[in-house]
């Protein structure tokens, strides 16, 4: 087993034996399906309780970096990453550092228009029929006025999913992840009226029935004029937001 067991400070010690595994992990120097040592073993070499070695293999187990298998041929053994589980590590990441607003809207915006540009061009080429069905299918439930605002922008960010989906191309879906879970939702949140549900619904129509003739340039220009009109709407809501703020404060002092 290709891992280093030097001695390790004694604070945070179930987190720091797990960085070390997964860093081995993810460097290759533990392989897929290689089995770990046994608790008592890892203990040891860590210089270090089994209890502390439990707590440290239940952070790797709960990021599906290791299973443990029983019987005669049991023990705890690597798995290979799993790209969903990778991206939704990603995404976790991402939505952080928006909540504390370490990106500006011109950022987020700038990304999602780059990005999915992308994934437009590489759906034209690549997309199935199934993608079609699934992207055909969220449009047409995003029609639906009973829709409550949150089941809205589900819809909307199942339907970037699609789109990343049916790039083809798993490097560019495993960073969709982030752009889309995280950035997504943010802006749809402060624009849900009515007449901006179906100016999405229209963005999103334009680019199906791009990807679908498979002109992945007019797919991109679709997807840029929807992103636009969207920071068209979001400057708007900010802009109506700012004032209600500033409203309420004025009135707030006058009082």
């Known amino acids: 087993m290709a891992l280093e067991y030097e001695e390790i400070v004694r604070s945070g010690l179930p987190r720091q034996v797990a960085d070390r595994i997964r860093t081995a992990i993810l460097d290759g120097r533990l392989k897929v399906d290689e089995r770990l040592p046994t608790e008592e073993e890892l203990a040891q070499r860590f210089g270090i309780s089994r209890p502390t070695v439990r707590e440290a293999l239940k952070v790797l187990a709960a990021q599906n970096l ?5 019987g005669p041929a049991g023990g705890t053994f690597v798995c290979r990453p799993d790209p969903e589980t990778v991206g ?6 991402a939505t952080l550092l928006v ?4 990106f500006s809207v011109e950022e987020i915006v700038s990304a999602r228009i780059e990005t999915e540009a992308i994934c437009c ?3 034209a080429q690549h997309r199935s029929d199934e993608d079609l069905r699934q992207l055909a299918a969220e449009i047409a439930r995003q029609g639906d006025t009973a829709l409550s605002d949150e089941e809205f922008c589900a819809s909307d960010v199942r339907f970037h999913r699609a789109l990343a989906t049916a790039s083809g191309n798993g490097p560019l879906r495993l960073m969709m992840y982030a752009v889309i879970e995280s950035f997504v939702p943010v802006t749809n949140l402060l624009i849900y009226a009515d007449h901006e549900r179906r100016r999405t619904v229209d963005g999103h129509t334009h680019v199906l029935e791009a990807v679908s003739a498979r002109d992945g340039d007019r797919a991109a220009r679709a997807m840029r004029d929807h992103l636009h009109d969207m920071r068209a709407s979001l400057d708007q809501a900010l802009a109506r937001r ?3 703020s500033a ?3 004025s009135k707030g002092i006058s009082e």
């Open 66 to 70: 290791i299973r443990a298998r029983r």
């Open 88 to 93: 939704r590590t990603l995404t976790d990441a």
């Open 99 to 102: 909540g504390v607003g370490t």
């Open 121 to 123: 061009r590489l759906a």
């Open 242 to 244: 700012a004032s209600r």
């Open 247 to 249: 409203a309420a404060l």
